[in-house]
């Protein structure tokens, strides 16, 4: 999973970037017509945009969950088990601090 992220974060820059610098450096030195090099970097950073929105929304950032499966599930249901289970032995303990707190009452009396 980290590595689709990575490879989208890649090629975002690269295109996002990479194009339009390229671009202006061929304007520059090696006399790219200026409009042509704009509405190439336009387009690329249009493009990359997409491909940034496509790759978090249908990649691994996005992947949507149908729910846990039946691992999980089993994993969860033991868990709930074992909370129910120490939720009545903690309310077994209430009930014998209660005949504790009692009993030093009435013998303090």
């Known amino acids: 999973m980290a590595k689709t992220a990575t490879l989208i974060a890649i090629s975002v820059i690269a295109i996002g970037l990479g194009v ?4 202006v450096y061929y304007s520059v030195y090696s006399g ?5 090099a ?6 690329a950073i249009l493009m990359a945009g997409a491909l940034g929105v496509v ?10 969950f149908e729910g846990p499966s039946l691992s999980e599930r089993e994993k ?6 074992h909370q129910r289970v120490t939720l ?6 209430i ?3 209660t005949e ?3 009993a030093l009452k009435t013998a303090e009396e």
């Open 88 to 93: 009545e032995e903690l309310d077994d303990i």
């Open 55 to 64: 790759g978090v929304i249908l990649g691994p950032l996005g992947q949507s």
């Open 100 to 102: 504790i707190r009692d």
């Open 95 to 97: 009930v014998v601090l």
């Open 20 to 23: 339009p610098a390229l671009c």
């Open 38 to 43: 704009g509405i190439i970097s336009g387009i």
């Open 76 to 81: 969860l249901n033991a868990m709930r088990a």
């Open 32 to 36: 790219f017509n200026y409009i042509v």
